[in-house]
């Protein structure tokens, strides 16, 4: 038996909302089961144990499948969750890019997998306090050392308030030159207005900070946050 692996959703094609691909044309497959538990998770179907313990289970050609079967053809899939570093996912990847997809991995920086190597776009997304979980620097440094040489990746934080961004500084103080998206939390029942504003704040933010600091930086709300909410399916 081929290994198997809990899907929650597999939807698309629509827009990547986050990251160094915002804006293009995806699909994504999220795989359930999460080694975190932030405080404003958005994807409570992807990491609630209830609701992970009933998702559909399926092996990497099922998973094939089911994009070929979405209503027309993204150029990328996304490979996000949860974590889906905590599943081998080898060959789902060798198999997306035998069907001519280009594969980007969302994960938090927790779990090495070596297939992450093999991925076109990699974001490392660590969690900053106001998600209240625990951060391990080494364990993110360890990850990035493994990746192949000139791989492309970035770093994804997602901010809400001060100590996130102090937070998201400190970590690239550790990978001088990557690129790094500032990532604008959305609270469950905010508002556009409300996330725009907080993006706004961000920005006085960090146009006070010396220049250093900006290189390489863009501060993003959620596009598909401002597009349909927190609506499924996009
Ligand atoms: S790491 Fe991502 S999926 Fe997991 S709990 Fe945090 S926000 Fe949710």
Request: charged fraction near 20%; aromatic fraction near 8%; glycine fraction near 8%.
């Amino acid at each position: 038996m081929p290994p198997s692996f809990p899907v929650v959703e597999i939807f698309g094609p629509t827009l990547q909302g986050e990251g160094q691909g915002v804006g293009t044309i995806c699909s994504f497959v999220r795989f359930g089961g999460c080694d975190l538990a932030c405080f404003w998770c958005d994807s409570d179907h992807a990491v609630d144990p209830a609701q992970v313990r009933n998702a559909p289970r399926m092996d990497a050609l099922e998973i094939l499948a089911r994009l070929r079967a979405l209503p027309s053809r993204a150029e990328w899939v996304i490979l996000t969750g949860g974590n889906p570093a905590l599943f081998d996912l080898t060959e789902l990847v060798a198999l997306l890019h035998a069907d001519g997809y280009r594969v980007s991995c969302e994960t938090q920086g927790t779990k090495w997998q070596p297939w992450l190597r093999d991925v076109d776009l990699l974001c490392l997304s660590p969690k900053p306090p106001s998600s209240r979980m625990p951060f391990a620097p080494l364990t993110l440094i360890e990850i990035v050392s493994r990746l192949r040489p000139n791989q492309p990746w970035f770093l994804k934080i997602p901010i809400l308030g001060s100590d996130d961004l102090g937070f998201a500084i400190d970590v690239r103080g550790s990978f001088v030159g990557v690129a790094l998206y500032l990532s604008i939390v959305a609270l469950p029942g905010e508002t556009v207005e409300q996330v725009l504003a907080r993006t706004r704040w961000l920005h006085g933010e960090i146009v006070k900070k010396p220049a250093a600091i900006r290189n390489n930086l863009r501060i993003l709300p959620q596009l598909h946050f401002l597009l349909w909410g927190t609506e499924k399916g996009h």
